[in-house]
C-alpha cells in the first residue's frame, strides 16, 4: 500500500546522474509503486538538487528488504570509521 508520505532530509555531499556529478542538497524517501523495479510498492530514495532541475537528480528502487539492509550497512560504516571522518569539517584527501 502506498504511505503518500515522503521524508525529506537536507544533504551534502555528491551524486552522478546523466549530465554527470553534481552537489546533492536534498533526500526523499517515500513507499510507493516503482517505476522500473519488478515489485508491488518499493522503498524510494532520491538524491537531488531542486536547483539545479530535473536532471540533479539519482533514484533509487529498493525492496523493503534491501532498504533495511542499507540503513544497516551505512549505521555499520559510520560506526566502523574513526569519529568525524565523514563529516563535512574533514580534510579531504590529497588529490580531491
Do not use: I
Amino acid at each position: 500500500m502506498c504511505t503518500y508520505l515522503t521524508v525529506k532530509a537536507d544533504m551534502e555531499g555528491s551524486g552522478k546522474g546523466a549530465q554527470g556529478w553534481f552537489p546533492v542538497t536534498d533526500a526523499s524517501v517515500y513507499v510507493d509503486h516503482p517505476v522500473h523495479a519488478p515489485f508491488g510498492h518499493t522503498v524510494n530514495v532520491d538524491f537531488l538538487n531542486p536547483a539545479l532541475g530535473a536532471g540533479a537528480r539519482v533514484a533509487v528502487e529498493l525492496t523493503e528488504e534491501s532498504a533495511r539492509a542499507l540503513a544497516g550497512a551505512l549505521l555499520a560504516a559510520l560506526d566502523a570509521a574513526p569519529p568525524g571522518l565523514a563529516s563535512a569539517s574533514a580534510t579531504p584527501p590529497p588529490g580531491h
